[in-house]
């Protein structure tokens, strides 16, 4: 009986058990009802009296071992099994992960400072909370201009000379002011106007402004650069056309038409069968804008215009309605992804 538990003993201690069969394995072997440690118990009856006290506790302390052992195995295998878990596992199948795309916005705001800056013209910003004389003084606008209503434009309820710039042209006047001419500058920015939101207006939009300043810049200067944009912007056939127009800031002032995209100028419901399609509005800078802004009006001249990015992107991806570039639906936006 002696010899029978020390074999036991030896053979749990050789054991080396590694995953949960042989666990289970172990277990059926040793510590169940018909197992090998309960069999002990059986014979024990036969063991004769004198040596009961000391077998009896061999095979207590084999049980306790044997469970013991039990326990230990069974921990190492959980453990085992949770750093399973962190492996890399190599042969893992990729997860698609989903790419933003920019948004057409961006895309048409880039594409046009991009064409402006290769021709030379840098980029320059300016705040969004701007004040009345970058706004409208500087640029020439009469006190009692509609423009300078509440109605158009956002003050700041506490300060009435502080609103939300209604144009990017609040740009040129503070570049004027920090920069000597020659200036050649594209401003991308945005703009805000007390509109009701409907398909053709927002009251938050976008513009670009550009100005240059520099001696002897004429009307000529700023039809080529016009016409470069355009054909640029549209394609190499675009044609464009000056019609005479009124801003307070440029004198003489113009708008611009480009022949439509779409038609080709023959005529269709985008042009509404003018064959034309207005995207900006530029002129000459009026000398008392130079002056507001400390540049020698004898000496300079120069030309600006400015365009609003929706409007350009409207037709460049025909897009009907003005809303849909705010409100972020995705399958708005993903018909623009790959397109940068
Ligand atoms: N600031 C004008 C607007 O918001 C756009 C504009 C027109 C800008 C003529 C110019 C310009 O620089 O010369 O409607």
Not at 223 to 242: D, S, V
Not at 284 to 296: A, S
């Amino acid at each position: 009986m002696k010899n029978k538990i020390e074999t036991l003993k030896q053979q749990l201690n050789d054991l080396s058990i590694e995953t949960a069969e042989q666990l289970e394995e172990y277990r059926l072997q040793f510590l169940s009802k018909k197992g090998k440690i309960q069999s002990l118990f059986s014979d024990f009856k036969n063991v004769s009296k004198e040596e009961k006290p000391l077998v009896g506790q061999m095979i207590n302390s084999l049980k306790n071992q044997a469970q013991e052992s039990y326990n230990t195995f069974k921990e190492n295998i959980r453990s085992d099994k949770e750093e399973d878990k962190d492996e890399l596992d190599l042969t893992r199948p990729v997860e698609f992960s989903h790419f933003g795309a920019r948004h057409p916005i961006s895309l048409v705001r880039n594409e046009i400072v991009d064409i402006f800056n290769r021709i030379g013209f840098v980029i320059s910003e300016g705040p969004e909370i701007e004040d009345d004389f970058h706004i409208f003084t500087a640029l020439n606008f009469p006190q009692e201009h509609p423009a300078r209503d509440m109605q158009d434009t956002f003050f700041i309820e506490k300060d009435p000379d502080v609103a939300l710039r209604t144009h990017t042209s609040s740009v040129q006047a503070r570049v004027m002011e920090n920069t000597p001419p020659p200036i050649r500058t594209i401003s991308p920015g945005r703009v805000f106007r007390n509109e009701a939101i409907s398909a053709r207006a927002h009251c938050i939009f976008h513009q670009v402004e550009g100005l240059y300043v520099d001696k002897d810049v004429s009307f000529a200067d700023l039809k080529q650069t016009l016409l470069y944009f355009a054909k640029e912007m549209f394609g190499e056939e675009t044609k464009i056309r000056l019609r005479p127009s009124y801003f307070p800031f440029t004198e003489p002032s113009a708008e611009m038409d480009v022949s439509c995209n779409i038609c080709g100028g023959k005529g269709c419901n985008v042009c509404k069968y003018t064959g034309w399609l207005e995207i900006l509005g530029c002129g000459m800078v009026d000398p008392n804008v130079l002056r507001n802004c400390g540049i020698n009006a004898e000496e300079y001249t120069g030309f600006a215009f400015g365009m609003g990015v929706e409007r350009i992107a409207m037709l460049k991806y025909q897009v009907k309605d003005l809303r849909l570039f705010f409100e972020n639906d995705k399958r708005f936006l993903d018909q623009f992804s790959g397109a940068f």
